[in-house]
């Protein structure tokens, strides 16, 4: 283990993710193993500017394992891409004789992080925290495994309700980039279709799709639609294209937002964020620095941030073909 680091820093940026404080503790509790101190850092990057840094021990982080959301709080900050905030924000690492920093986010985070790092010489480590599970260089980022349980039931709810009134449900889930989310959690629930941005299926194939599913006999359907889907159509003009050229379909539309963001961890998330954060933490204070841990083949892995940032996320294909074959 490396000597030079006697003090972390921690935090968390961008959108909120369950087990994100799971991952702070993690990272707290592994610096206290290893006699490291360590200072949480509230309202990420804009925290560092502001000078918003506390001193926190093992004892600090009882009682959060369990809940969604993050205990340091998150911001968008406009300030620490430039480099003033920049400036401002080494003087904090400064004033604090913080070593090195652990941040959990998303790709907006760990772009901050490098130019950080590139301009200050902070080693800095990543955790990837985001429900959209978009990032290269890991198969799970913390966050996603909860979303996909949240959409699962909401979706098993709406699907008591378009039984009762033989309707037709859209139903909106988050992924502007990537359709994770959307293709697992309509595999999943039992869905009729699944509107990905990967895979751009046209509403001609849609209608058709759905004109196969009442002749078939099914007298309601769900569609789940991701909120980057490429047709061109938000899901509200998708509903109305439909409702148009399939009159018989009684539809409805639900989006179901930020909720997906919320609740209290999975297990499986809760387990991953701790394995990341003490695999941060142990990074670092072997030298490594300027890369985010993933997980691959059950094993943690680091990567560098240009290629989790730059690298794509690629959704799996037999997914899609599982979903194909099962819309019959």
């Known amino acids: 283990m490396s000597t030079t680091i006697k003090r972390i820093g921690v935090l968390t940026s961008g959108g909120d ?7 702070v503790r993690a990272v707290v509790r592994s610096a206290a193993f290893y006699k490291v101190e360590c200072v949480a850092i509230y309202q990420g990057y804009q925290g560092l500017i502001d000078n918003k840094v506390k001193v926190m021990n093992a004892r600090g982080v009882n009682n959060i394992i369990n809940k969604g959301g993050t205990v340091l709080k998150s911001a968008r900050c406009l300030e620490f891409r430039t480099p003033d905030g920049r400036k ?10 913080i070593d090195g920093l652990v941040v959990i986010g998303g790709d907006g985070t760990f772009t901050g992080a490098m130019i950080f790092q590139s301009e200050f010489n902070v080693p800095v480590m990543g955790i990837p925290g985001t429900i959209d599970n978009d990032i290269f260089g890991t198969t799970h980022t913390i966050g996603y495994d909860t979303a996909l349980n949240t959409v699962i039931e909401a979706i098993d709810k709406i699907r008591d309700t378009a039984i009762s009134h033989n ?44 004109k196969r599913s009442e002749k078939s006999g099914k007298s309601s359907s769900i569609v789940v639609i991701a909120e980057g ?11 109305e294209y439909v409702e148009k050229n399939l009159p018989y379909y009684d539809v409805r539309v639900s989006v179901l ?33 300027n890369m985010m841990v993933g997980l691959k083949n059950e094993e943690m892995i680091l990567s560098p941030f240009e290629k989790a940032i730059k690298g794509k ?16």
Do not use: Y
């Not at 993710?17 to 991952?23: H, V």
């Not at 889907?229 to 509903?239: H, L, M, P, T, Y």
């Not at 941060?280 to 030298?287: F, Q």
């Open 229 to 239: 889907d490429k047709s061109g159509k938000n899901v509200f003009e998708i509903a």
């Open 88 to 97: 401002k924000a080494f003087e904090t690492i400064q004033k604090h004789n």
């Open 313 to 328: 996320s690629e959704i799996n294909k037999d997914l899609i073909r599982v979903s194909d074959i099962l819309t019959i």
């Open 257 to 289: 937002g930020h909720m997906q963001r919320g609740g209290s961890p999975s297990c499986f998330d809760r387990v991953l964020a701790s394995r990341m954060g003490v695999f941060a933490v142990e990074s670092l204070l072997n030298g490594k620095s």
């Open 17 to 23: 993710a369950p087990g994100m404080n799971a991952a």
């Open 167 to 210: 309707r037709l449900f859209f139903v909106e889930v988050m992924g502007r980039d990537a359709g994770h989310i959307a293709l697992n959690a309509g595999i999943g629930a039992g869905a009729e279709e699944v509107l990905i941005p990967e895979e751009d299926m046209g509403l001609d194939r849609l209608l058709e799709s759905l």
